[in-house]
């Protein structure tokens, strides 16, 4: 049985959500609390690990599971680039390429040694730990790319936001109109609905004078937190009708 879910709008939404967390999650922890980009990424790190070795050893699809993966990642994609480009000081740009390239290694070995990097037959561990290597690491680099577009490309926090948006309209449309690998177009969208996330997150969190929301990142976290649970428990009520239907029909 495959272990993920399947990839529809409802998945991007929750994916949205989920990344969006991660940054505001990760905030809070890193900077609201004082607690430092190396000791966050370390226990993100840590919760991380925790979550993936569940998820691991699970036979099957359980969306909270899942998710709490997910948010994991973005939780600890943001604490470690944030470590990356401020603490080691290698700036935006070095991090985005760095986190590039490991994607892209990520990537490329997934794909020579298994022979595809379709998301929708993950079914061994192998093919499992890297996707979820990927997964972090492109959550890292959506993170690092978000920061980069705001804040040194000389775009802004409106023109990255723009940008992010004009792309994934892009992806979008390439989907439903053109024959580009969907695999592609996948991870592509998983890296910009990361910084997307970010955007999304600093409105929520910043003070009116800014145009936020000024929820600050316990509000705004309590918020999210709310909406992913709303859609976990709806995608796990919906897999439960799924499956009795199937044992009926079994039957």
Known sequence: MNKLPQITAFFWIMKICATTLGE?????????????????????????????????ISKSYHPLLYWTVILSTSTAGTTMSDYMDRTLGLGYAVGSMILATILLAILAFWRFSVGSLSVNNVKTLKIELLYWSAILFSNTLGTAL??????????????????????????????????????????????????????????????????????????????????????????????????????????
Not at 185 to 206: C, H, S
């Open 24 to 56: 505001t999650a990760g905030d809070l922890l890193s900077m609201t609390l004082n607690v430092g980009y190396a000791v966050s990424s370390l226990i993100l790190i840590g919760v991380f690990l925790t979550t993936l070795v569940s998820q691991l």
């Open 146 to 251: 978000g920061d980069f577009l705001a804040d040194s490309s000389g775009l802004g926090f409106a023109g990255g936001s723009l940008l992010i948006a004009a792309l994934l309209t892009l992806v979008l449309a390439a989907y439903y109109y053109t024959q580009i690998s969907q695999v592609m177009l996948f991870w592509i969208a998983f890296v910009l609905t990361r910084p997307f996330g970010a955007t999304l997150g600093d409105i929520l969190t910043k003070p009116h004078a800014k145009g936020g929301l000024d929820f600050g990142t316990i509000g705004s976290s309590i918020v999210l937190v709310s909406i992913l649970g709303v859609c976990i428990i709806f995608t796990t009520l919906k897999q439960k009708k799924l499956i009795v239907a199937r044992t009926s029909n079994d039957e």
